[in-house]
């Protein structure tokens, strides 16, 4: 420990002011004291130097403290807060938290402590290690900071900084229900062309656009040439210009008429795809670059750069597909000439990959059903079920995939496939059996409503049967008194309609017509009225007529929806048995007779028509039906006539799974 001496001016007084020069020894003394006292005490130690260079360093002002250069310079305090951003580099906005860690190690004039350094990095990340800080005691007995670079990291030097790198996640897979990724690695072609090969550009844009024109519109979007010839006249000779990126099928469609067109190149390579280009579009979303909504709506989650998944399944499970970025720490260093180098990683933390989403969906079953629909012009939908467990295995929209996921989420009247319910509720009321005589006049009047049937054809007295596979209308009007007020709404709640379901994703399950006047019983018995349904509705009520009970349809199985919903009370095996039967004189006999020769099982099903805006001229087309283990529904926006527009779509599909 160091004293000061100093020479109290009251010595060189005369002799006369002794008193007074004891006076000021003694107070002297007291003083000398007092200072040694303090310059011993931990207030004025290294360690609370280091305890003020933890403060200011975290507040960004350093200016109560001293420091030094390694050789004893001074270093104002304002060159060390600059430097000490520079360094921090990408980390300047979030100052780390410090705090000492022991006591510092005092050896002669020297003083060594450590301080814990811990960053928080994005998304919560914490990066810790310790690092040392040397101090100098100076003549006045007061510690001064070594100022070095190496006091923000140990590897960090003049010139150096900090950069953070954020580390994309794997995206997790949808799965179908085998357990497969749908979206994997698929064969692409790149088609080019090279400059400096063609003589008349005008010419080569007008045949590829021919080639390009004859491929089948469900492989391939359109291609637009309009503007390759002048791409070529811009490009450099030798320059490979891109035209069109085809899915491998859609390349080997027209290869023999691009192939040796003058100047034309080509890529293979592997792309990220589904099976096909409309495989379930509408069903599982995209997965696109992050867009100003998404990071406006969730501050700090994204960057950009990012992939970020928009509607269906990839917008419904972002949370649980996109995973956890990670991050790493780099040193880089900024040479004389203002040129980057270096990349030593001082810290990582690794991207935690997306869980994967497994589906119910059948590859070869939804393929088939996008391909059915792929001619459509109109909105379209067909959703299929496995009878023996309920699994959706395909849920397909048109045209195109669909921009909108109707096969679950539509809202519109059934038309005569309610037929199916209505006759349900009759059968196990025991109102008619499949072999009574029934009307089926030419209208029906009910309350002052004259309700017709399609084409305004006429049966007589006929077997109900034979009403039900004709579709007559007004048979079931004149049947509907015989359904109690809620008979029709309790035969829909027996197939599920109506009903909560946990799909995993939102579906809509159907509002039945109840009560009201008899005009309105009257419509609803053959699906008009205010009743409303979804394809995915009629297709689990179908698979329901089929298995003999309801049970939920299945469409997200990992993660699993939370409360399972019970199967439903079995049905009458009598009333379900008589259905049955009659929905495949539907086929044989009836209004779809288009599919008494699709190669398989039986086909059994309903047609439907349903007026739409009180127009008889506005019209949706409907086809439900099974074959097999399959239920499934088919809808058509405006689509004219059931057995018109629905069932060649339901054949189409049938016949694509057969030839699978």
Known sequence: MRARTTVPVSAMRPEGGRRMRRKATVATALLLAVTALTSCSSDDGPDATVS??????????????????PAGDRVPATDVTEELTALSGDLKDTPPQLRPDGDAEVTEDIATATIAVEWTLPGDVRWSYPTSVRLRRGA????QIIWEPAIVHERLGSGDRLALNRLAPPRGAILDGAGQPIVAPRAVVVVGVQPSEVDDPAALAAQLDAA????????????????????????????????????????EQIRDRIYELPGTKFRRQEWDLAPTREFARALLGTVDPVQRQDMEAHPGRYEVGDLVGHGGLQGGYEERLRGVPGYSVQIVGTAPDGSVSGDEV???????????????????????????????EQRAALVAVRVSDGALVAVANGPDGGTENLALTAQVPPGSTFKMVSALGLLEAGAVDPDAPVDCPKTAT??????????GFELGRVPFRTAFARSCNTTFVELAPQLEADGLAEAGRLLGLEGEWRLGVSAFTGAVSAGGPPAER???????????VSPVAMAGATAAVVRGQWR?????????????????????????????????EVVTDGTGQALRDVPGEPVHGKTGTAEYDDDPANTHAWFIGWQGDLAFAVFVEQGGSGSGQAVPIAERFLRGLATD
């Open 52 to 69: 003020a260079f933890i403060d200011g360093w975290h507040s960004g002002d350093l200016t109560d403290i001293g420091f030094i250069t």
């Open 140 to 143: 006045d007995d007061a510690w």
């Open 446 to 455: 009910v309350d002052g409503r004259t309700f017709t049937n399609s084409d």
């Open 212 to 251: 390009f024109r004859a491929i089948r519109p469900a492989i391939s979007p359109p291609v637009d040439v309009s503007g390759l010839a002048d791409r070529l006249d811009a490009a450099k000779p030798d320059a490979f210009v891109e035209v069109v990126t085809l899915r491998e099928e859609a390349y």
């Open 522 to 532: 009257a419509a609803a018995a053959f699906g008009q009225g205010t009743t409303l």
């Open 346 to 376: 001082v810290f990582r933390a690794d991207a935690q990959p997306g869980e994967p989403l497994r589906t119910t969906l059948d590859t070869a079953v939804q393929t088939a059903a996008d391909a059915a629909l792929a001619d459509e």
């Open 552 to 584: 939920q349809p299945t469409l997200i199985v990992e993660p699993t929806p939370p409360s399972a919903v019970p199967d439903g009370p079995e049905l009458d095996p009598a009333a379900v048995q008589a259905l049955r039967t009659m929905m495949r």
